[in-house]
């Protein structure tokens, strides 16, 4: 009997990928972790991508190289955020919405970035510690405004990328959901 590519992925989830993860069998929770692997695969993508567009003559070598290592480290920012977004989405998005994979996913990527800002800016406060020449208040509001700029940027360099990866990975997992047997149940000769 041919499997069908849906079955395929996610027959990998189950085995291989995140789908081994504690609680992964749990809807919101394997939810999150389908979201949290899109943006991981979001950003490493950009990232390599900035890369091997500053290898380029007349690639702009200094700013796509930066671009690629902003993108990097905006990683432990956004893989947490999108798991936490994709269990909300997965949570409290009504179940009768219209293609609700792919709507769940793309919502969970979009909003992904205010809220990695908000932690980057959380970040900002927290790691330099006190400086004791800017007020609390200079403080908060100089690294939200930082943090809301970069996701700015970032937005509009990268939802070309993440919200289509979103909402692919919110289809695929409501397809590998609704198709897919459980590890103990799967053939050996998967993927």
């Given at each position: 009997?041919?499997?069908?590519?849906?079955?395929?992925?996610?027959?990998?989830?189950?085995?291989?990928?995140?789908?081994?993860?504690?609680?992964?069998?749990?809807?919101?929770?394997?939810?999150?972790?389908?979201?949290?692997?899109?943006?991981?695969?979001?950003?490493?993508?950009?990232?390599?991508?900035?890369?091997?567009?500053?290898?380029?003559?007349?690639?702009?070598?200094?700013?796509?190289?930066?671009?690629?290592?902003?993108?990097?480290?905006?990683?432990?920012?956004?893989?947490?955020?999108?798991?936490?977004?994709?269990?909300?989405?997965?949570?409290?998005?009504?179940?009768?919405?219209?293609?609700?994979?792919?709507?769940?996913?793309?919502?969970?990527?979009?909003?992904?970035?205010?809220?990695?800002?908000?932690?980057?800016?959380?970040?900002?406060?927290?790691?330099?510690?006190?400086?004791?020449?800017?007020?609390?208040?200079?403080?908060?509001?100089?690294?939200?405004?930082?943090?809301?700029?970069?996701?700015?940027?970032?937005?509009?360099?990268?939802?070309?990328?993440?919200?289509?990866?979103?909402?692919?990975?919110?289809?695929l997992y409501e397809r590998a959901r609704e198709t897919t047997v459980s590890p103990a149940e799967a053939p050996e000769s998967a993927?």
């Amino acid at each position: 009997m041919e499997q069908s590519w849906v079955v395929r992925i996610g027959l990998a989830w189950m085995r291989y990928g995140p789908g081994r993860l504690p609680g992964a069998d749990r809807r919101n929770l394997g939810a999150g972790y389908a979201c949290a692997s899109a943006a991981l695969l979001s950003a490493a993508a950009f990232a390599c991508l900035a890369l091997a567009a500053s290898a380029l003559p007349g690639g702009g070598e200094n700013n796509a190289f930066g671009i690629g290592l902003l993108a990097a480290a905006a990683t432990p920012f956004v893989v947490p955020s999108a798991f936490v977004l994709g269990w909300f989405a997965w949570r409290y998005l009504p179940a009768g919405t219209p293609f609700f994979g792919p709507v769940a996913g793309a919502l969970t990527a979009l909003l992904t970035y205010p809220v990695a800002s908000v932690l980057v800016s959380v970040a900002l406060v927290v790691g330099p510690g006190d400086t004791g020449w800017v007020s609390l208040e200079g403080t908060l509001v100089g690294s939200l405004t930082v943090g809301l700029f970069f996701g700015t940027v970032a937005l509009f360099l990268t939802f070309w990328l993440t919200l289509p990866l979103g909402a692919a990975a919110g289809y695929l997992y409501e397809r590998a959901r609704e198709t897919t047997v459980s590890p103990a149940e799967a053939p050996e000769s998967a993927p």
